[in-house]
Structures are given as C-alpha cells and as structure tokens.
C-alpha cells in the first residue's frame, strides 16, 4: 500500500479517458480498472475521480448515463465520444513526448 500513487489531474484526464475507451464504465470501475491494470501503483480517489469525469464530460469528451452495476445499483456509466477518441489520440501522443523528455533528463544527468 505504501507504494501507490495518487493520480495528478493531468495524467488522470488521459487515464479516465483510456480506460473507458473499449467499454462504458461505472466511476468505481474506472478506479478499480486503473489501479488493477497498474499492478496496484496508480490510485484514483473519489476526490479526484468525479471532479475529472465531470469535466470531462462538460469538454464532450465523454458521455454519462444510468445503468445498472454488476450489483444491481444505479451507477453512471461513462463512454468515450467520437471527439474524447481524437483528444485521447491527442493526449497520448503529448504524454510519449513529455515521458521521453524527462526519461533522457533522468538518463543524461
């Protein structure tokens, strides 16, 4: 437990929007998805994760709507809309070329 790491806001737009790209998700499925995917490292805290999805759904980058969760619960579901597709292109390719600057800083000093 000690080593995970809370999400930024900017990596977490990217990851959000990443995770529910193949399929509509509930938020705690979202957070339980990006942490099981990232060997438990990454943690999305509700603080974080609703403020995120809310915004990204007032940029159109995503949609909500009603559904039922795996228990029978009334849960949102978020999904990717055709405009979250193309800045999700946008964002990951801005995140190889951030990763990349600061992987050669880490190598070279």
């Known amino acids: 437990m000690g080593d995970q790491t809370d999400v930024l806001q900017g990596p977490l737009d ?3 929007m990443r995770t529910i790209a193949l399929e509509p998700l ?3 499925a979202i ?3 990006i942490q099981q995917i990232s060997d438990d490292l990454l943690r999305v805290r509700q603080g974080s994760l609703y403020p995120a ?6 940029q159109g980058w995503i ?4 559904g039922a969760s795996d228990n ?3 849960a949102r579901f978020y999904a990717l ?6 800045q999700l292109e946008a964002e990951v390719a801005k995140w190889e070329r951030l990763s990349a600057g600061v992987n050669l ?5």
């Open 14 to 16: 990217l990851l959000l």
């Open 63 to 66: 949609t909500a709507q009603w």
């Open 31 to 33: 957070a339980q998805r």
């Open 105 to 109: 800083v880490l190598q070279r000093t």
């Open 81 to 86: 809309t055709k405009a979250g597709r193309k």
């Open 26 to 28: 509930h938020g705690w």
């Open 53 to 58: 999805l809310h915004r990204l759904e007032h």
């Open 72 to 74: 029978n619960r009334r």
